[in-house]
């Protein structure tokens, strides 16, 4: 697979100073990748968005995407890089939510008809039809989220990116979210870029984790791979999802399971354990 996004020891000094390295690893992303971006507050996985999007502009550090300096080439990455920001109400512009879907495809000069027809299959997608009257201050948290969702994807962008798109939404509308993602990357093939603090969410919805911690790319891999290392993940003040602590503990113990990478495996793991399948053993036994 192709690297769409590549950083290369970036640094960002904001103008009040403040100065932020994001060097070791490099973070690269793959065309059809789910990626998500993990660390604790003030780690730089906004600065290292902003970057990727061409809002900031690096001191030093390569930053590529599509094979293009984002700063650059603003006009043509912003044309293949739907983003959510982590705060929706600064990006959710139209008196309606039909309006705000329907921004950029008029921008684009797109007749009324092509426009329609983009906002109508986006929100049947996404499953807001019944909002599209709506006037945006007045929906919900997780309302908010999907309409800003809908004007990130009308125009279909290779590369979507969103900051913290788990952040406030109860338990349904978090699994809502994490079907629409999975689908946007299955079905239309849209790379994925996450940040989120809810770790037991990524499972679901990365191939590959970065884990940020102190001006530093310090871990990348799978969840399986990168959740088992427990002592790096707290380094970098994070937890990792109970499920997979508890499968990483029972490897330990010298059982041969593998790590889960979602409830039913881990239930069809567990089930198999108490059946007594000979295959799962704990080899120190
Ligand atoms: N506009 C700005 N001006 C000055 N400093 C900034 C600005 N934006 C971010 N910073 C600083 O840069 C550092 C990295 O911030 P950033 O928002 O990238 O972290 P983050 O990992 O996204 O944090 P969080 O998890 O809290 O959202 C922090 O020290 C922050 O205070």
């Known amino acids: 697979m192709e690297n769409i996004i590549e950083v290369q020891c970036l640094k960002h000094v904001y103008p009040d100073k403040t100065e932020v390295k994001l060097c070791g690893l490099d973070f690269i992303v793959k065309q059809g990748e789910r990626v998500a971006i993990l660390g604790p507050n003030g780690a730089g996985k906004t600065t290292l968005l902003s ?104 125009m279909m962008p290779k590369i979507l990116i969103m900051d913290e798109p788990f952040d406030s939404l ?25 940040t989120t603090h809810d770790i037991n969410v990524v499972p679901s919805v990365a191939d590959t984790i970065y884990i940020l911690k102190e001006g530093s790319i310090v871990l990348r891999g799978t969840p399986q791979e990168v959740f088992v290392q427990v002592d ?16 990483a503990r029972l490897k330990a113990k010298g059982y041969n399971v593998n790590i889960p990478n979602d409830l039913d495996e881990a239930e069809e793991t567990l089930l198999s354990m108490l059946k007594g399948d000979s295959k799962i053993v704990n080899s120190s036994s």
């Open 51 to 154: 970057h990727v999007l061409g809002l900031l502009s690096p001191v030093e550090g390569k930053v590529e995407v599509m094979g293009l300096t984002p700063y650059k080439n603003f006009n043509t990455i912003r044309k293949n890089i739907g983003v959510v920001f982590q705060n929706v109400d600064e990006q959710i512009i139209g008196p309606r939510v039909y309006d705000d879907i329907a921004f950029t495809p008029r921008n684009e000069g797109l007749s009324k008809e092509e426009v329609h027809q983009k906002v109508m299959a986006v929100a049947k997608t996404l499953k807001i039809e019944g909002l599209l009257n709506k006037i945006p201050h007045y929906l919900s948290g997780g309302q908010k989220k999907k309409v800003a969702l809908a004007g990130a994807m009308v």
């Open 170 to 194: 109860d338990p349904k509308s978090k699994g809502g979210m994490v079907s629409i993602i999975n689908h946007l990357n299955k079905e239309h093939g849209v790379t994925l870029v996450v």
């Open 232 to 247: 790096v993940l707290k380094e970098a003040n994070l937890e990792p999802p109970i499920l997979l602590e508890l499968f």
